[in-house]
């Protein structure tokens, strides 16, 4: 029994915003730093190979695999972004509203101010199934894929409030943007070591999205705690 209370503590931490900050933002610095020394380079490198498509692939696998990676494009996903933005506001939710949209906006900021930064390149050009126009480090489809899909499961989730239909989301939104990244490496446009980055910098940013839901909410209910007390 103690030890099953301790796990599920951890389990509780491990769900607080505050830390899922840290632990993502941790997580992407070291990948950032074994891409940046070349630690990154072998294992992406065989990774790599083992999963880009070769010359035998059907075709139907390639065309699946360009309409996934269609739905983590920045035109889709600003698309989602926008339709959910304007029906945040239309149901009067204006802060999750403006959230979102700040933390879609430090997204692509990040994303694309690291790909400038640090600017990896890219596999092989004669590797790319898929037209591609900047650098590679981090994959901006797998940052903002995981951005907003995630932000679009915890709003689900919130509204709902059942265990079930939370797993069920989050499951999907998972498989979703698993799908996106793998499609990247898979298409030739990407080494592993660029989706894993990117998943960890949208995680990271869902997860600071979610502390400043929480803080403000706690500050709303702190500001009118006194002046209940004063009516009273």
């Known amino acids: 029994m103690k030890q099953n209370s301790e796990v599920g503590h951890y389990i509780n931490m491990l769900k607080t915003p505050s830390v899922q900050v840290l632990l ?8 950032m730093l074994f891409v940046h020394l070349g630690v990154a380079q072998p294992i992406d490198e065989a990774l790599f190979q083992a999963l880009k498509l070769d010359g035998s692939t059907p075709k139907w696998v390639s065309d699946a695999l360009r309409d996934v990676t269609a739905l983590g494009s920045n035109i889709v996903l600003l698309f989602v972004a926008i339709t959910v933005t304007v029906g945040l506001a239309m149901h009067n939710q204006r802060n999750k509203a403006y959230t979102f949209v700040l933390a879609v906006a430090l997204g692509l900021f990040v994303a694309f101010a690291l790909k400038a930064g640090i600017a990896r390149p890219r596999p092989p050009v004669s590797q790319h199934d898929v037209d ?14 995981t951005l907003v899909y995630f932000y679009l499961a915890y709003l689900i989730c919130h509204f709902s409030g059942q265990r079930a ?3 069920w989301i989050y499951s999907t939104a998972a498989l979703l943007v698993f799908c996106i990244g793998l499609s990247r490496v898979m298409l030739g446009v990407h080494w592993p070591s660029d989706v894993i ?6 995680g990271n940013v869902v997860a600071l999205c979610l502390y400043t839901i929480k803080w403000k909410q706690k500050l709303h209910i702190n500001n009118s705690e006194p002046q209940q007390s004063k009516r009273q």
């Open 132 to 145: 591609v126009y900047t650098h590679s480090f981090p994959s901006a489809h797998a940052t903002l894929s």
């Open 24 to 31: 993502l933002g941790t997580c992407f610095v070291l990948v």
């Open 197 to 202: 980055g990117g998943w960890f910098a949208g």
């Open 165 to 167: 239909v939370s797993t």
